[in-house]
């Protein structure tokens, strides 16, 4: 298990993240260990943010500002070069008379969600009917948007067996383009009827797009973090999370209630298990008794919840900056085999790790 020193670090963001005035008395070292944590799971600006939203400024010593600062004008530059490629994809499918989805990120700026002002963006995710997309690709394609470059095997993958088509980018621009028809890869056993989602979407004042309901913002979340991902360092998306559901807990009534009943017409039950179990846990996410307990009706039997309870703090939370631990390692290890097995079949998934690695192989043995 991580040592003593290991945890000292996963704390320090742990109580930042759950209680910013805990930052009233940290020292310089653990201001030092607090920002380089938070950079290896892309949390710098959002701490910031927390800072500004609890008046907290004053106690921060001038270097930190600094760090801060930089963290936050990358974001900036990152919303705002997300906000053109929207603008640019509104006027490229004007003439496509059909729903386009905003999913994560970028859904959360256009909800207007605080904390999406101290969020880092990679990509732009939209999600259409399925019988839409050769149409949406071919708009794109034609107005120079490229489809980024895979071998053969790779295209035929998407196209085959994931939920989205491989991602575009426009010649003159930097970031990514991926269009879905699905939430989740038709392959997996989870099957969400991506119409009830697209039937539920909210428009938006003066765009072409819309975005997901609440409830399923949240459940679209819950399935991307703990069914499509290996959990690998992926405390931010547990944050995106913990503030969503604070978020639109604060703004309807009776959100949890609805969030239990929408999984059910969807059947994410156990997205949403996992995810109202580990932001309770970890980042003290505000939920009652009774809409945990509830939940647990979804939980796997008892050695595989253990199992997870062992596994996914490990995997979720960042190593400590000076150190690596072969135990994190075997954990994100199993959590990544296991991302493709919920994913594919076995018959499906064998040969596809394997040729896998076997190109990582050649690939390694090429360059040597």
């Not at 119409?195 to 539920?200: F, K, R, S, Y």
Request: proline share 6%.
């Amino acid at each position: 298990m991580p040592n003593q020193r290991y945890k000292i670090g996963q704390d320090l963001l742990l109580s930042c993240l759950i209680n910013p005035h805990s930052v009233t008395g940290f020292t310089v070292p653990q201001w030092s260990l607090l920002l380089r944590m938070a950079k290896t799971c892309k949390l710098t600006a959002h701490i910031a943010w927390l800072i500004e939203q609890h008046n907290l400024g004053h106690c921060i010593p001038a270097k930190v500002v600094n760090h801060f600062q930089a963290a936050q004008a990358i974001v900036v530059y990152r919303r705002r070069i997300a906000f053109w490629e929207m603008n640019r994809l509104q006027r490229a499918l004007a003439d496509c008379n059909i729903d386009i989805i905003v999913l994560k990120g970028c859904a959360y700026l256009l909800t207007d969600i605080p904390f999406a002002n101290a969020r880092l963006f990679s990509d732009v995710d939209i999600l259409v009917e399925k019988s839409a997309i050769d149409h949406i690709e071919q708009s794109l394609l034609a107005q120079n948007w490229q489809t980024l470059t895979l071998d053969d095997y790779d295209q035929s993958y998407y196209r085959l067996w994931m939920h989205e088509i491989p991602p575009l980018r426009h010649v003159s621009r930097t970031m990514e383009v991926d269009i879905h028809h699905a939430i989740i890869p038709p392959t997996s056993d989870l099957q969400p009827n991506p119409m009830l989602l697209i039937l539920d979407a909210i428009g938006l004042d003066n765009s072409r797009f819309k975005i997901l309901s609440p409830c399923d913002m949240v459940l679209h979340s819950a399935v991307h973090l703990f069914f499509d991902s290996d959990l690998s360092n992926k405390l931010r998306d547990l944050v995106d999370l913990d503030q969503l559901l604070k978020y639109f807990d604060a703004r309807n009534v009776g959100f949890f209630e609805k969030l239990l009943k929408r999984a059910e017409v969807l059947g994410l039950q156990r997205p949403l298990y996992y995810t109202l179990r580990y932001s309770h846990q970890l980042l003290a996410t505000p939920i009652s008794n009774d809409i945990l307990q509830r939940s647990q009706i979804s939980a796997p039997c008892t050695p595989i919840k253990m199992l997870m309870d062992a596994l996914i703090p490990l995997a979720l939370l960042p190593e400590h900056p000076d150190e690596s631990s072969q135990t994190v390692r075997f954990a994100r290890w199993l959590l990544y085999v296991r991302s493709h097995y919920l994913r594919m079949p076995l018959k499906l998934l064998i040969p596809h790790l394997a040729r896998k690695s076997l190109m990582r192989f050649t690939s390694v043995q090429s360059v040597n």
